[in-house]
């Protein structure tokens, strides 16, 4: 776990596999827009907090795996990426690319959970209580001198 992810009540390793494609599946990110949406990617994730571990723009859509804090929703910070390269998008290729609107995104996404394999979760588990027993034993014998 990376000492990064810390907030001031608690500790996070969240990481997802996020899908996003575009409207109607159009093959619209190439070019400068591809290099761009890259750049505001990693802008926007900044702002939050979040840090994208890796990723990849498609023609039609979008592949990444996103370390995203705690304290914010999947939802909310696939909404508030999608929203805002929309903008982006809108603002800077309306008039030139036929974009009817702030419709970039299809609506959906797909989201899957990147965690720890179970027996690395159970050794993970059953090596904590033998630490926590181990530290019992040590201030145990501090307070006797």
């Known amino acids: 776990m990376v000492d990064d992810n810390r907030l001031s ?3 996070w ?3 997802y596999h996020l899908v996003f494609a575009s409207k109607y599946r159009m093959k619209r990110i190439y070019g400068a827009l591809r290099l761009e949406l ?3 990617f990693l802008k926007l994730c900044l702002q939050k907090g979040c840090r994208i571990e890796e990723g990849h723009l498609m023609l039609d859509h979008v592949h990444m795996l996103i370390s995203i804090p705690s304290k914010y929703s999947v939802s909310y910070i696939v909404g508030f990426l999608k929203g805002k390269t ?3 998008v809108a603002n800077r290729y309306a008039k030139k690319r036929k974009y ?3 419709h970039f995104w299809a ?3 797909f989201v899957s959970t990147i965690g720890y ?3 690395v979760v159970r050794r993970y588990i059953r090596d904590q209580e033998k630490a926590d027993k181990a530290s ?3 201030e145990l014998f501090r307070l006797n001198p």
Do not use: F, M, V
Request: with cysteine; charged share 40%.
């Open 100 to 102: 009817r609107g702030y």
């Open 86 to 88: 929309a903008l982006y």
């Open 117 to 119: 394999d179970e027996q």
């Open 136 to 138: 019992d034993q040590i």
């Open 9 to 11: 009540h608690s500790t």
């Open 13 to 15: 390793d969240c990481k």
């Open 107 to 109: 609506r959906g996404y």
């Open 38 to 40: 890259r750049d505001q």
